[in-house]
């Protein structure tokens, strides 16, 4: 829909200005370039690549492009209200911003919350942003939380996970416009696979295997 308003807009004002209000052939031109760049950034931006995860059940892969900003032990206060390993991923604006689903399960939780627009890479971003937070449980090994985290240019978060659905590891969880940022929780007793600095590829890359209940 945006590329499709994008078009519709700057289409009706090239065809204004070319026939309806002449103007100089430059700023038609430039206007064109114009035009042409936008679209290109939006195609790549609103871009979905198709992603195959043939895993274990209990390996957890990235629900984000990006890169990994954080892995530490935190204190969980909205769902399990225990310590979690804290695994972040930040998206800059031009990497895939799908979300996907880190693992096979059932959505036991699924809240937005409103908030500000922190840079997604501050640590506070993760309680004081816009954000919605996920919590999936699988069939044998523990449930896990995940939160899609507005930054400074999001103003959109789109959550497809409800209450009660079957999440299908690697399936579109979601999306964030912009520069954004997903956090998983895990339990303290899984194995990270991953570093700081680390690069991910939505999807596909294993994060972590968790253990079982």
């Known amino acids: 829909m945006p590329i499709l308003l994008l078009l519709l807009v700057f289409g009706g004002i090239y065809l204004f200005l070319e026939n ?7 700023v038609t031109t430039v206007f064109l370039l114009i ?17 195959y995860s043939n895993t274990a059940e209990n ?3 990235a629900p984000a492009d990006g890169k990994v900003v954080i892995i530490e032990k ?3 206060t909205e769902y399990f209200e225990d310590e979690r390993m804290q695994v972040s991923i930040f998206m800059s604006p031009i990497n895939v911003h799908v979300n996907r689903f880190p693992l096979n399960g059932i959505v036991r939780y699924s809240k937005y919350h409103k908030g500000k ?4 890479w501050n640590p506070k971003s993760s309680l004081l942003n816009e954000r919605t937070t996920v919590v999936v449980e699988p069939k ?12 400074a240019l999001a103003r959109r978060i789109i959550n497809y996970a409800k209450e009660g659905m079957i999440a299908k590891k690697g399936s579109d969880s979601g999306f964030i416009r912009f520069g954004s940022r997903v956090d998983l929780l895990l339990p303290l007793e899984s194995e990270i696979l991953v570093n700081i600095g680390d690069i991910m590829k939505g999807g596909e890359t294993i994060v972590a295997r968790i253990p079982k209940k």
């Open 59 to 61: 390996e957890l892969i």
């Open 20 to 26: 309806i209000w002449p103007v100089n052939r430059l």
């Open 35 to 51: 035009f042409i760049f936008l679209i290109g950034f939006f195609l790549q931006f609103f871009r979905n690549p198709k992603r």
């Open 117 to 120: 627009f922190l840079v997604a």
């Open 74 to 76: 935190v204190l969980e």
């Open 140 to 151: 044998e090994h523990e449930a896990i939380l995940y939160r899609q985290i507005a930054g």
